[in-house]
């Protein structure tokens, strides 16, 4: 076995690069969450259930500032079978760093299954955001082991119904939506008991800070080919 | 000059064992005037009393479930060719001599791979996991080795003075006489080389013939022995038969594992990995089923590589049962040897992800395992496109979209003139006007919203510029 292989191990922790006690996290970019969080953040090396009801309603906008940390400091992300296709501007502007971006667009339930696994387990992912339908307690145990084993971030997006089986995600958390943003109940995580509710709102996006405006009086600039990244600011 | 003598005793046989795992009674016929008998056996057909020199009849008597091929010269020598691109990692200077044996000269390599017994046992371990086991010898003259490996003794002779001693006692039978010449040496009371050598010289050039005196100062290094050197192809092609039709698919990785090692063996001697190769599986009477394999990044190693086929071949529903293997590479990229990218750990976890892909792609198939990338276009739906994963490119400047996409926009109902997706859609941003198109594909223009429902999910819609003005759903903001 050589060094390199040695320090890919999942339980072979070096000083220096991990050198938190206990839980290591990555920072999800909202403060009154992360003191809520063991580690502060979201956990690494550890499967985590996002509970709630409408796609949409600003669960992947929780996971955004930790997903973009994550391919910036050199690790992959990886969708499993997302309900929608991944839209790349948008990635790009939340700061994800495209070219450690895959996403599995198979979606019979076993291959989504296995392919979540090994990417949790490959070592080389940072986050692996899974919408996995109907996953059954072997499974989710699975995919916490291939967690632990691989370092990596395992997100499951899961109905609100789940909350009443047992699950062996170190954390897990529901979301309903509230005025501007949603309201977080942390229901399980490591060290600590149930929290009280915590409110969450998008900081403003860099996507719509800038407002949005026409683009009509560029276009013949557009059309005669002026504007060479033909983005019409 | 130090040359190390292969010599494969058993290679007709093998060219038929070395595809299987645990193959059954198995024997290589030799046909004389349409009489067929058993030229070799292997173990299993051993342990039933079948003995080389047997006619088969009598074989088949013993042993009902005996397979035999007739002997295949052909295959052995493509197999020794196989055997001399895996050997190319020792040395770049190797010769056949069939129809079993490859010279190898190794004074050069003896320090790089820690000295001749740890050369002799990488070789021989190495051999004997591509399925041949193989007499090794070594001596300061390659026809020297070729005698002793004939004569099976394992030496290694460093030394052309102690050349003589070592091959003095083998039988004059090994050097490839002519019959009437060999019944005249035993006449004269010479049975090994050291009794002709201890003529004196001039009377046995009388005697023996100047090509035999010139045949044994080439044995003993006196002379120099010039041998055609095995030119190398291109690319790398090797073929390996199963001992018995495989009609299951996963049965098939052992006999690939050992194509992939002599691949190895050929990258190894290049400094090159590849990047793209083909698998065929042949059949009897039908044309081969060809499985071309496409990597993310170029390898050589040997475990990551069976493990894609493995995929591969669990995915592959065989159209028939199949009879041997063909591998072909013909790209190669450098890679950097081992002992660079050990410290190095960057480069380490590159593997990691690159395994994850392939492995993925391996087993899932390539559609469907994407990357995206945006392209600079401001019209939505081709403002992105999938690329191979790790390929994106950044691109600078792009304007801000949804998360979500939808596949195609979705029309939206109208109540009471506001649109409506889980509840009346409240527009809270806009509108962004896009147009044009016409030059590749629909004329279109639209005015976009950010909107959102009373369930606080917010949308990207748009309404048509033009009639009918209808409303949609292109994305969703999460």
Known sequence: ?233 | MLWLSLYLPHLPLEVFLRGGAQPGPLAVLATHSNRQTILARNRAAAAHGITPGMPLGAALSLCADLVTHPREEGAEGTALEGLALWAEQFTPTLSLALPAALLLEVEGSLKLFGGVEALRERIDSGVTALGYRARLALAPSPLGAWLLAQAGQHQSVLNRGELEQALSPLPLGLLDLPKEKSKALRGMGLYTLGDCLRLPRDGAAKRLGPEFLAALDRALGRVPDPLPLFTPPARFHSRIALPAEVENAEALLFAARRLLLEMQGFLLARSMGVQTFELYLTHHHRPPSRLPVGLVAPTREIDHLLGLLKELLGRFELPAPVDGLVLTAEQFVPLASHNKALFNEPKAEQQGWQQLVERLRARLGEETVKGIQPVADHRPERAWRTVVPGQAKPLPGVPSRPLWLLPEPELLKEVDGHPWHGGRLVLQQGPERIESGWWDGPDMARDYFVAANPRHGRYWVYRECRPPRRWFLHGVFS
């Open chain 1, 1 to 233: 076995m050589s060094l390199a292989e040695v320090l890919q191990r999942a339980d072979i922790w070096r000083g220096g690069t991990h050198a938190h006690e206990g839980h290591v996290a990555v920072p999800s970019g909202h403060a009154p969450l992360d003191q809520q969080l063991p580690g502060g953040g979201w956990p690494l090396g550890a499967l985590t259930e996002l509970l709630f009801d409408h796609p949409g309603m600003g669960e992947l906008q929780l996971l955004m500032p930790a997903q973009a940390r994550l391919t910036q400091a050199g690790r992959w992300l990886v969708w499993v079978t997302p309900p929608y296709l991944p839209y790349a501007p948008a990635l790009a502007a939340a700061g994800v760093e495209l070219s450690r971006f895959l996403y599995i667009d198979d979606h019979a339930p076993k291959a989504a299954l296995w392919a979540m696994e090994q990417a949790l387990r490959s070592g080389a992912c940072g986050a692996v955001l899974g919408w996995l339908t109907n996953p059954d307690p072997r499974a989710l145990r699975r995919l916490q082991l291939a967690a632990e084993a691989g370092g990596a971030m395992g997100v499951l997006f899961r109905p609100p119904q789940a909350a009443r089986q047992a699950s062996p995600a170190a954390l897990r958390v529901q979301l309903t939506p509230a005025h501007n943003g949603l309201t977080l109940r942390i229901l399980k995580r490591r060290g600590g008991w149930a929290s009280q509710p915590i409110h969450w709102e998008p900081g403003t996006p860099r996507h719509l800070s800038g407002g949005i405006h026409s683009c009509a009086p560029d276009l013949e600039r557009c059309r005669a080919g002026e504007a060479e990244d033909g983005s019409c600011r």
